[in-house]
């Protein structure tokens, strides 16, 4: 049976395809050709869930954004299936940590020619996520994000949030990780899958294959720090820092004041008590 190809033609590199053809154009390199269906709704990408889990092909590809990405892995999660991802989007979260680039051409050698890998999602409160939960600044930034159309608007609204660091109310948080047991105060702190939230590296050694979520928090900063650490950020280098922490492990519990927002994939949730482990392997995924 041929592979399956969604396509979302409102994102990034294939913007503005109308047809098949015009998706094979686009897409000449693929060795195999694929059974395609292009939509820009959920309604659309609901109907290719269903019409995979009936005829049940080997493959699935995916080309669209993080959002679409992630709505269609988590439908066919059980069924037993290898997704070739096409990232497309303004930041492509998920592509990058499985080491595609963001060139078509990378997706698909990675189809043609790479290799199968076992990728790690996380679950929360019963909720698959693949990408990250993120409470303060970092749920705010999220938030803010929504939709964007390019990078650069995309990090226009991180660097604007992050410049709150300063005056954000600090968040009291209880957590248990593993055997280890915490209380601390902090502006943001975030539970990554992909080493990733919204237009930000925050964990840039995270690993989406072995088997453990990544946390990282910051603690509350001056007035004098804040310059400093606003810049480490964007550079990728905060987790060397003194007041960013990171730690590793495979079963979390947090314990949030009411009223505090917490962003899971692009849904907001407010949630005092956050039950988050890892599921190791969950998917299957074709890497370079």
Same mark, same amino acid.
């Given at each position: 049976?041929?592979?399956?190809?969604?396509?979302?033609?409102?994102?990034?590199?294939?913007?503005?395809?109308?047809?098949?053809?015009?998706?094979?154009?686009?897409?000449?390199?693929?060795?195999?050709?694929?059974?395609?269906?292009?939509?820009?709704?959920?309604?659309?990408?609901?109907?290719?869930?269903?019409?995979?889990?009936?005829?049940?092909?080997?493959?699935?590809?995916?080309?669209?954004?993080?959002?679409?990405?992630?709505?269609?892995?988590?439908?066919?999660?059980?069924? $037993? *299936?290898?997704?070739?991802? #096409?990232?497309? +989007?303004?930041?492509?979260? &998920?592509?990058?940590? /499985? %080491?595609?680039? @963001?060139?078509?051409?990378?997706?698909?050698?990675?189809?043609?020619?790479?290799?199968?890998?076992?990728?790690?999602?996380?679950?929360?409160?019963? $909720? *698959?996520?693949?990408?990250? #939960?993120?409470? +303060?600044?970092?749920?705010? &930034?999220?938030?803010? /994000? %929504?939709?964007? @159309?390019?990078?650069?608007?995309?990090?226009?609204?991180?660097?604007?949030?992050?410049?709150?660091?300063?005056?954000?109310?600090?968040?009291?948080?209880?957590?248990?990780?593993?055997?280890?047991?915490?209380?601390?105060?902090?502006?943001?702190?975030?539970?990554?899958?992909?080493?990733?939230?919204?237009?930000?590296?925050?964990?840039?050694?995270?690993?989406?294959?072995?088997?453990?979520?990544?946390?990282?928090?910051?603690?509350?900063?001056?007035?004098?720090?804040?310059?400093?650490?606003?810049?480490?950020?964007?550079?990728?280098?905060?987790?060397?820092?003194?007041?960013?922490?990171?730690?590793?492990?495979?079963?979390?519990?947090?314990?949030?004041?009411?009223?505090?927002?917490?962003?899971?994939?692009?849904?907001?949730?407010?949630?005092?008590?956050?039950?988050?482990?890892?599921?190791?392997?969950?998917?299957?995924?074709?890497?370079?």
């Amino acid at each position: 049976m041929k592979p399956y190809l969604f396509i979302n033609p409102k994102a990034g590199l294939l913007k503005g395809c109308q047809t098949a053809e015009e998706v094979k154009a686009q897409l000449s390199g693929l060795k195999t050709e694929p059974d395609i269906t292009i939509g820009r709704t959920s309604d659309a990408i609901e109907k290719f869930i269903v019409k995979v889990k009936k005829d049940k092909p080997e493959k699935v590809y995916v080309a669209g954004g993080d959002g679409t990405i992630s709505t269609i892995v988590k439908g066919l999660l059980d069924e $037993d *299936i290898t997704f070739g991802l #096409i990232p497309t +989007g303004s930041m492509n979260n &998920i592509g990058q940590s /499985i %080491g595609l680039g @963001d060139e078509l051409a990378d997706a698909i050698d990675a189809i043609n020619q790479g290799s199968v890998a076992a990728m790690d999602l996380g679950k929360v409160n019963g $909720d *698959i996520f693949i990408e990250s #939960i993120g409470i +303060g600044l970092v749920a705010q &930034i999220m938030d803010r /994000i %929504g939709e964007q @159309d390019s990078k650069k608007e995309v990090f226009k609204v991180a660097q604007q949030t992050v410049a709150e660091l300063v005056t954000t109310d600090t968040i009291a948080v209880k957590m248990k990780a593993d055997d280890r047991e915490l209380e601390f105060e902090t502006v943001w702190l975030t539970v990554t899958n992909t080493g990733r939230a919204a237009a930000a590296v925050v964990d840039p050694t995270s690993n989406v294959h072995d088997h453990l979520l990544d946390v990282v928090y910051c603690e509350p900063l001056s007035m004098t720090e804040i310059g400093r650490y606003a810049i480490a950020y964007m550079r990728n280098s905060h987790i060397r820092e003194d007041k960013f922490h990171r730690l590793r492990a495979k079963n979390i519990e947090l314990y949030l004041p009411e009223h505090i927002q917490v962003h899971i994939d692009g849904e907001l949730k407010k949630w005092r008590r956050l039950n988050i482990e890892v599921l190791p392997a969950a998917i299957k995924v074709l890497v370079p």
